[in-house]
Every structure is written in C-alpha cells, then in structure tokens.
C-alpha cells in the first residue's frame, strides 16, 4: 500500500526566503505526482504535474523534482510571498492509478 | 471556462439519513473523481467515473457510491449517515492529461 509522507508538517518563514517542501512515497512504481496548494476551507489548485518519465518541472517561482529510485519530490518555492501562505499536499498515482495524498505542509510567509 | 463547481456547498443532515452531492465539471472534462478530507484522515480518495463508468473506487463502505451522467456531471449518495461522516467532500475533473482541477467542495456536518 503506497504510504505518502510530507515533511515538515508546518513551516513559517519571513517574506523572501526561499523554501524547499518534501514528499516522499514508499512505493516507486508510479505513474506520477502531483503538488497542489489549498487554501483554508477551499478546494484544491493544482500546481505541477510531473510524470514518471520527468525529473522537474516549474512553473514561474515554483520548481518540483522527482526521484523515483528514492522515493522523493521536493518543491522548491522561491523568493516566498505572503500569499504563498497556503498547505501545500502531494499526491501519488500509483498502480491503481488511484491517488494517494500526503498530509500536507501548512506553510505561513510573513512579511 | 467555468471550473468545477460542487452544491451544495455547505449541509447539515442527522444521524441516520442519506445526503446527496453534486458536480459540474468543466466542460469537456469526462472524468470526475470524489473525496473525503477530514482532520483525522486527511484527503481520502473515494471513487472515478469515466464517460459514466466507476473506473476506480477507494477504500469506503458501500454506504459511499456514485454516478456520472451522460453530460458528465456526476453525484455522489451517502446512506445511513454517521457523526464520522462529516467532512469536506471535494470533487475534481480531468480531461484525461492526469491533471486534476478541484472544486471548493462541500462542507457536510452530521449531528
């Protein structure tokens, strides 16, 4: 059963830091991997997707890296915003093609 | 493009009776998936339809089901509510690119 785990738990930084959030999975067969950020009491916004053939993608000041051997992604935030304060979850497409979501990183930027 | 949009977006039922949810998805989006995000559990995947076939189903009680129309919206039913039921249930459409676009969901509380 694929396990996602997101580390840290919370984070809080000041306005400009650049920031790395991690995600790892028990089981490298996927399909690919997700990052969304949500809002308090909202839906979800994807973020980047990236399939098991890719090692990055990025979109403006976000970067995400996947290594499959080791069961890992990161999300690279930089030059962090207040309205980058957000929990930030992954989630997994596994065999199943059934997504599995990590916990989240509940992430506070203040100015 | 309208996003995805879920009704109702906030309910309150009772132990016992059954609850019915609905969901947009964008247009021309022929998948639709449905979760559960509580604080306990985290974001929990429930079920997929596919041109109004169930292509994938989560680890719920058969309580939980769903289906899709033939213009792609879909509903998800809950018989027999219980207090562990309240939760957000959060519906997200996909073209097929594997990216997800979610709603803002629909808050049930069950008293």
């Known amino acids: 059963k694929q396990e996602v785990t997101q580390i840290p738990a919370a984070l809080s930084v000041p306005e400009g830091e650049n920031l790395v959030l991690n995600c790892s999975f028990t089981d490298s067969a996927i399909y690919n991997l997700q990052w969304f950020r949500q809002d308090p009491g909202k839906g979800l916004t994807s973020l980047l997707l990236i399939q098991s053939s890719q090692r990055e993608q990025t979109s403006g000041r976000l970067n995400a890296s996947l290594d499959k051997s080791s069961g890992r992604s990161t999300l690279y935030i930089a030059a962090s915003q207040p309205g980058d304060s957000a929990t930030y979850l992954c989630?997994?497409?596994?065999?199943?093609?059934?997504?599995?979501f990590g916990r989240g990183t509940s992430l506070i930027v203040h100015p | 493009k309208a996003g995805v949009t879920q009704t109702p977006r906030y309910l309150i039922k009772t132990r016992g009776q059954q609850v019915t949810l609905s969901c947009s998805p964008i247009?021309?989006?022929?998948?639709v998936s449905w979760y559960q995000q509580t604080p306990g559990q985290g974001l929990q995947f429930l079920f997929e339809y596919f041109s109004e076939t169930q292509r994938n189903k989560g680890n719920f009680p058969g309580r939980f089901s769903g289906r899709q129309f033939s213009n792609s919206r879909s509903e998800m039913n809950v018989s027999t509510l219980e207090l562990g039921d309240s939760a957000l249930y959060l519906c997200?459409?996909?073209?097929?690119?594997?990216?997800?676009?979610f709603g803002p969901g629909t808050r049930l509380t069950v008293l």
């Open positions: 997200a459409s996909s073209s097929g690119s594997d990216t997800q676009y």
């Open positions: 247009s021309g989006h022929r998948s």
């Open positions: 989630a997994v497409r596994g065999g199943s093609y059934i997504p599995t």
